[in-house]
């Protein structure tokens, strides 16, 4: 069982309101991911963090923004969700490189009203 | 664009029988991974196969990969129920630091 955790594992709110997902792992890994998923679907890659201070966007253009101040932490903010951002994000972070094993939180099922 | 492509997209089979999965990708990879996912839940690594090698085993999973024509094939021996799940492969193509997932492949193993 992997040592990395999400929070909430599901969250429904109204349009226009700020929210942060939790993501934090206990594994010392210095890379950390958040994909986006929709059902049935691929996972897009949104935004990821090669180490303390460092963030950068993915593939997919997303209006998220994150932060990573402390190695364990890796957050996800929406200054103003929307219908559109209904979807299932995916924290995972890896020991040295995407190259190599990924572990995947359990995941924030979001709803947006 | 997709790089990885599962096929079939679903399967349905009976406990014991054998379960294959096949991925197709366009370009050039360092290495390949399979990722289960059980329904609303995080994908688990499942194994990785590096471009030069060919075959790999992991307790009751084969996977295969044939860099000449881009795909990798994952084999589950003895299903059970409880390999019930999406599984997906991803890719590494090297020069970055992202995995890009194909759209994976439904697996149901009846009792």
């Known amino acids: 069982e992997a040592d990395i955790y999400q929070t909430p594992r599901y969250l429904v709110i109204g349009t226009g309101k700020k929210i942060t997902l939790e993501c934090s792992q206990t594994?010392?890994?210095?890379?950390m991911y958040w994909y986006q998923q929709d059902p049935g679907m691929e996972l897009h890659l949104i935004h990821y963090?090669?180490?303390?201070?460092?963030?950068e966007k993915g593939d997919l253009s997303s209006e998220s923004t994150v932060s990573r101040i402390r190695t364990e932490h890796f957050p996800l903010t929406l200054e103003s969700a929307r219908p559109s951002h209904t979807s299932q994000y995916l924290c995972?972070?890896?020991?040295?490189?995407?190259?190599?094993?990924?572990?995947f939180g359990s995941g924030t099922q979001l709803s947006v009203l | 664009s997709q790089q990885g492509e599962e096929d079939p997209q679903a399967l349905s089979i009976q406990e014991g029988e054998n379960a294959t999965m096949n991925c197709s990708y366009k370009?050039?990879?360092?290495?390949l991974q399979w990722y289960r996912q059980n329904s609303g839940r995080g994908l688990v690594h499942l194994i990785l196969?590096?471009?030069?090698?060919r075959e790999k085993h992991s307790g009751r999973l084969r996977v295969t990969l044939d860099t000449s024509k881009k795909s990798s094939s994952l084999l589950i021996t003895a299903s059970r129920a409880a390999d019930t799940a999406s599984y997906f492969c991803?890719?590494?193509?090297?020069?970055?630091?992202?995995?890009?997932f194909g759209k994976g492949m439904k697996l149901t193993v009846n009792p």
């Open positions: 995972a972070s890896s020991f040295r490189t995407a190259n190599e094993k990924l572990f």
């Open positions: 594994m010392g890994h210095d890379k």
């Open positions: 991803a890719t590494d193509t090297g020069g970055s630091e992202k995995l890009v």
């Open positions: 196969i590096r471009s030069n090698e």
């Open positions: 370009t050039s990879i360092n290495n």
């Open positions: 963090s090669y180490g303390v201070n460092s963030t």
